[in-house]
């Protein structure tokens, strides 16, 4: 940010080619995101299996904390209009936005026409998320039950398909990585050319931004789960947060939840959480466990179309919220999933994607704050499991 700063003053307007680079990574990381998410829903029917009441416990759970999560974005959003904050920030994106006319907003026929796919490769190519969730649940409950009956017979075909889903799924993720590590790069032109044409004013309308994501995160971790370890798990809260000091921290070096899964493991069992109710939540559940994600998503939809000046009607809103639920929950695990979600919901819902390679700038913080919730979440469900299943743990 700083050499792309100080090139920008160098430069002046003459930066405005530098910023095609961060069009180019929004570009890679949506044409990738869609096949990724794909994937991840074969391999999740293919590999995992839940049963008994621990596994509806912890979906209740989960979906209890992502309706929360979405609400809380969406309700600051809409309270604190962070894209409303800086007329410089809306000049710029007005300027990157390619169309000549207006941008339109998000149409709720079109996200609910979504749902179905008028043929296979076609939800590829148009990277409507909801028809390839809908394909990939539809293909995988199929692949599943092929297993299931294999499985009966002693046959082991499915394996095939079973290992090939995990090394494409494994061949995206390589992909993703490599693009997310060129990513400074691409802030470095994006910094330019913003600074050259309109100078500091736009980095002042996302500082907003990033205080209302912060302020969402806060909320969550600070009054949802604490409620839920004070009134339903009854347990110390000094506890809890002695036992989750360690994994937390790491997650903000390393900006993964998933990176963080053998330390929140370790620190579970530390804590006498049964090894069934850490794993559960950890490893089964740690798609669900986004709240971090769902809350900046449901924040940033609204945040992108008031910098465009776009309304969105509660029932829109809505169907937003549909949407980076199923986005989260799919892309999880993958490094800066918030962000490479959010391309695709902002692509689904039909709102402009030209502001995205400007927030590519403060990503770095907001990553590191969504992984921290995230791996709250997982640690906050396996207590709550435990407790429910078993009895008062940490006495």
């Not at 590999?47 to 309706?67: D, E, K």
């Not at 000091?245 to 069992?269: C, E, F, Q, W």
């Not at 770095?364 to 979440?377: E, G, P």
Request: net charge positive.
């Amino acid at each position: 940010m700083a050499a792309g700063a100080a090139l920008g003053l160098l430069a002046g307007p003459r930066a405005a080619p530098l910023g095609e680079a961060g069009r180019v990574i929004i570009t890679l990381i949506k044409a990738l995101a869609a096949p990724l998410l794909f994937f991840a829903i074969l391999d999740a029917f293919l590999r995992t299996t839940i049963h008994g009441r621990s596994a509806a416990r912890m979906v209740a759970i989960s979906l209890t904390n992502a309706a929360l999560a979405l609400a809380i974005g969406l309700t600051l959003s809409n309270v604190l209009r962070p894209g409303e904050a800086s007329p410089a920030l809306r000049r710029a994106a007005a300027a990157a936005t390619t169309p000549a006319r207006p941008p339109e907003g998000l149409d709720f026929g079109r996200v609910v026409s979504g749902l179905v796919p008028t043929s296979v490769a076609g939800p590829f190519v148009e990277n409507t998320i909801l028809a390839i969730v809908v394909i990939g649940v539809l293909l995988g409950a199929a692949l599943r039950r092929v297993k299931t009956e294999q499985t009966g017979r002693g046959e082991t075909g499915y394996r095939v398909v079973e290992d090939a889903v995990s090394t494409l799924l494994h061949a995206f993720e390589e992909m993703l990585a490599w693009i997310i590590a060129i990513v400074p790069l691409a802030v470095l032109g994006v910094v330019a050319q913003t600074v050259g044409q309109h100078g500091f004013a736009p980095f002042a309308g996302l500082g907003p931004y990033v205080g209302v994501a912060l302020l969402g995160l806060g909320i969550q971790v600070i009054v949802v789960y604490q409620a839920w370890l004070a009134l339903a798990a009854r347990v110390p809260l000094r506890w809890f947060w002695h036992g989750a000091r360690d994994p937390v921290i790491y997650a903000l070096g390393a900006s993964s939840s998933l990176a963080t899964l053998p330390l929140t493991l370790r620190s579970l069992d530390r804590m006498k959480i049964s090894a069934a109710s850490a794993r559960l939540a950890a490893c089964v559940g740690t798609n669900l466990n986004n709240d971090g994600i769902l809350l900046y998503e449901a924040m940033a939809v609204l945040f992108v179309a008031q910098v465009h000046g776009i309304s969105l009607t509660l029932p829109q809103q809505a169907a937003a919220a549909l949407v980076c639920l199923i986005a989260g929950i799919g892309i999880a695990g993958v490094p800066e999933a918030g962000l490479i979600s959010l391309s695709l919901v902002l692509a689904t819902v039909g709102l402009p994607l030209q502001l995205l390679p400007l927030l590519l700038t403060v990503d770095w913080l907001l990553s590191r704050a969504r992984a921290m919730t995230n791996v709250t979440s997982d640690m906050l469900v396996a207590v709550l499991l435990d407790k429910l299943g078993k009895g008062r743990p940490g006495q």
